[in-house]
């Protein structure tokens, strides 16, 4: 099943209300976005050049440290649907669970996908896919053991749509001299700007070349282009956010902890818990229009974002506090 988080659509239909009045929990979205530079009429007006495109990824380079060949898309999604049509399909294997458009994805451009739960279990897939972080458990795992899967695997692709605050995860620094190691960036969620449909994907010169040749001459849009590169090139903007997530991170758990939730694990930008019942908990959130995430997969598993700002903060408290004892 491909159920995702952001279906904010449906938990309005469901528990009433309108967009603005409810605080959308069930991604991993940051809820304090970079704040929109001014844009340059060209930016809207005119097709993207090779040139600024190149300034972006220049700019992505720098940020995640990287000498990789870098091909900027529509969202780290875009890779996710593009990396399996390469070339012949064969026998996959996902580290799960996980971000379900990735198997999605394989089975739908031909390939056998299996869904295993251990690294190790990875060995021997024509390509593995793995996020790290992890959505939703944060699990992690070590450059040096990622460098030692691939050469047990034939293509190996590393999800680090979280690891924006994780520098000590990526392995963005060490792609780019071996075909088939594919390392996938988002920009909108740790910068909170989702919507502009702006992600990454590094590799080696010539697979990322076969990948541009499928995007096409225009794989992002103008506005993406300037956004994306003062962002990136943003970093003071980059620690301080860090610093506060990983504050923020203490303070929801504490919150969750006064409902009785166990944590499971998480990011920097979403936390797991264990509940005694994800559905009941859901649905309290929701009757005060605060959207979270539960799993078909589980019965009492629920993940939430961070708030923002301190209304929402003193929201989400209340909720929580006030929950009936189903949800304890």
């Known amino acids: 099943m491909r159920d995702h988080g952001g279906n904010i659509d449906w938990a309005i239909a469901e528990f009433g209300?309108?967009?603005?009045?409810?605080?959308?929990?069930?991604?991993?979205?940051?809820?304090?976005?970079?704040?929109i530079p001014d844009l340059t009429p060209e930016g809207w007006a005119a097709l993207p050049t090779k040139v600024a495109i190149k300034s972006l990824s220049d700019a992505a380079a720098d940020a995640y440290r990287t000498?990789?060949?870098?091909?900027?898309l529509a969202g780290a999604q875009a890779a996710i649907q593009m990396i399996p049509r390469l070339g012949k399909p064969g026998h996959a294997k996902v580290l799960s669970p996980t971000y379900n458009e990735h198997a999605a994805s394989l089975k739908a451009a031909g390939w056998t996908v299996e869904e295993v739960q251990a690294p190790n279990d990875l060995a021997g897939a024509d390509m593995a896919v793995l996020v790290n972080?992890?959505?939703?458990?944060g699990r992690e795992m070590q450059p040096a053991d990622l460098l030692a899967l691939f050469q047990s695997v034939g293509q190996l692709v590393v999800d680090e749509s979280f690891a924006d605050a994780r520098p000590d995860l990526s392995i963005a620094g060490m792609v780019g001299t071996q075909r088939g190691l594919y390392v996938l960036r988002s920009f909108g969620k740790f910068y909170g700007l989702a919507?502009?449909?702006?992600g990454f994907v590094l590799g080696h010169p010539l697979d990322i070349a076969d990948l541009s040749e499928m995007a096409g001459p225009w794989p992002i849009s103008g506005p993406a282009v300037?956004?994306?590169?003062?962002a990136l090139s943003d970093q003071p903007w980059a620690a301080r956010t860090i610093k506060r997530l990983i504050g923020e991170t203490t303070r929801i758990d504490a919150l969750a902890n006064t409902a009785g939730w166990q944590l499971v694990g998480g990011t920097e930008l979403f936390r797991l818990y264990d509940t005694p019942n994800a559905v009941a908990a859901q649905n309290h959130l929701a009757n005060t229009h605060i959207w979270t995430r539960s799993f078909p997969w589980s019965p009492t598993y629920l993940r939430l974002g961070l708030p923002g700002d301190e209304a929402e903060w003193a929201?989400?408290?209340t909720a929580l506090r006030e929950g009936p004892d189903g949800i304890r």
């Open 133 to 137: 972080p992890n959505n939703p458990d």
């Open 226 to 230: 300037q956004i994306g590169r003062t």
């Open 195 to 198: 919507g502009l449909r702006l």
């Open 17 to 35: 209300g309108t967009r603005t009045g409810w605080i959308d929990l069930s991604t991993g979205i940051n809820r304090v976005p970079y704040p």
């Open 315 to 317: 929201r989400l408290e």
């Open 67 to 72: 000498n990789a060949a870098i091909l900027p």
